[in-house]
């Protein structure tokens, strides 16, 4: 499965970004996408997940200014981003989940970076 990942760039504090992430290959039973993110220095944490179902899970610091989507017949996520804070700014990554058997997979990265 490869993921690539777009929509990153240079935003000021408040404004908005749309990231993308299309996933081809073997696609079979992927059924959870998603993004996380890593700051220099720190872990890498989650932003938020998706099924094929579209249940959808945040992390609460990015509840109610991001919004995570799904096409299933384009194998694509999305990530609207809105009011972006500097402390936002950081690597985001695609994420997939292939289950029944569990195989995780990862995207590039695309960076985000917000000024103040």
């Known amino acids: 499965v490869q993921l690539q990942a777009s929509g990153g760039g240079l935003v000021q504090a408040g404004e908005s970004l749309r990231l993308s992430c299309a996933a081809s290959?073997?696609?079979?039973?992927?059924?959870?996408m998603g993004w996380y993110r890593q700051a220099p220095g720190k872990q890498r944490e989650l932003v938020a997940t998706?099924?094929?179902?579209?249940?959808?899970n945040y992390a609460d610091f990015v509840k109610d200014r991001f919004t995570i989507s799904r096409d299933n017949t384009k194998n694509t996520v999305y990530l609207q981003m809105n009011s972006l804070k500097p402390e936002d700014t950081s690597v985001y990554y695609c994420?997939?989940?292939?289950?029944?058997?569990?195989?995780?997979?990862w995207g590039r990265g695309t960076l985000v970076t917000v000024s103040s």
């Open positions: 290959g073997n696609i079979f039973n992927i059924n959870v």
């Open positions: 994420y997939a989940r292939r289950t029944v058997v569990i195989v995780d997979y």
């Open positions: 998706i099924t094929r179902g579209g249940n959808a």
